[in-house]
T-cell receptor
Framework: AQKVTQAQTEISVVEKEDVTLDCVYE???????LFWYKQPPSGELVFLIR??????QNEISGRYSWNFQKSTSSFNFTITASQVVDSAVYFC?????????????FGKGITLSVRP | DSGVTQTPKHLITATGQRVTLRCSPR?????VYWYQQSLDQGLQFLIQ???????AKGNILERFSAQQFPDLHSELNLSSLELGDSALYFC??????????????FGPGTRLTVL
């Protein structure tokens, strides 16, 4: 069975600090997809990134970067120079390959608070 | 704006009642997914429909049912409501479950409160 663990439940930082959100996953599939979603206080789920299991390149998008390590089954998310607008709940999710059950299995989420 | 619409935005009802949540997927998306977000269970997959047919079931209670209509909109029916059904219900859609990736776009959610 698939499982996503986000061991951190709440993180509080001061603006401009860097922060890393951890995600560890479990799956028996060799092909799978990993995702990060952001849920701001308004409640909607905002897609941030998708990664497939064959692409271990780290990715950077502005202040966001992702580190995917198959060897440790981790897909960590770093926000550099955090801002108050980054305050939200962040979910890591795992999906089986297409053609199977494509549901997303979510972690419990990490509540990030960025203080001015 | 993801392009996925959900109605109503908020719903307050009493125990034992039945409600219907509605979802319109993004234009062109054939697959619809329903998820429940509650404080104790987190975000859980309920059910998936593809082009009118049920494709996958998750932790969906027997009191809950869903369907996808020919125009591809979907409805989630919740009956004999209990206090524990209070949650945020999300609908998501994707282009095709058999594509090389299956990015799901989420609607704004329907917040259900059962009193």
């Amino acid at each position: 069975a698939q499982k996503v663990t986000q061991a951190q439940t709440e993180i509080s930082v001061v603006e401009k600090e860097d922060v890393t959100l951890d995600c560890v996953y479990e799956t028996r599939d060799t092909t799978y997809y990993l995702f990060w979603y952001k849920q701001p206080p308004s409640g909607e789920l905002v897609f941030l990134i998708r990664r497939n299991s064959f692409d271990e390149q780290n990715e950077i998008s502005g202040r966001y970067s992702w580190n995917f390590q198959k060897s440790t089954s981790s897909f960590n998310f770093t926000i550099t120079a955090s801002q108050v607008v980054d305050s939200a709940v962040y979910f890591c999710a795992l999906s089986e390959p297409p053609g199977a059950n494509s549901k997303l299995t979510f972690g419990k989420g990490i509540t990030l608070s960025v203080r001015p | 704006d993801s392009g996925v619409t959900q109605t109503p935005k908020h719903l307050i009802t009493a125990t034992g009642q039945r409600v219907t949540l509605r979802c319109s997927p993004r234009s062109g998306d054939l697959s619809v997914y329903w998820y429940q977000q509650s404080l104790d269970q987190g975000l859980q997959f309920l059910i998936q429909y593809y082009n009118g047919e049920e494709r996958a079931k998750g932790n969906i209670l027997e009191r809950f049912s869903a369907q996808q209509f020919p125009d591809l909109h979907s409805e989630l029916n919740l009956s004999s409501l209990e206090l524990g059904d209070s949650a945020l219900y999300f609908c998501a859609s994707s282009v095709d479950w058999a594509e090389s990736y299956n990015e799901q776009f989420f609607g704004p959610g329907t917040r259900l409160t059962v009193l």
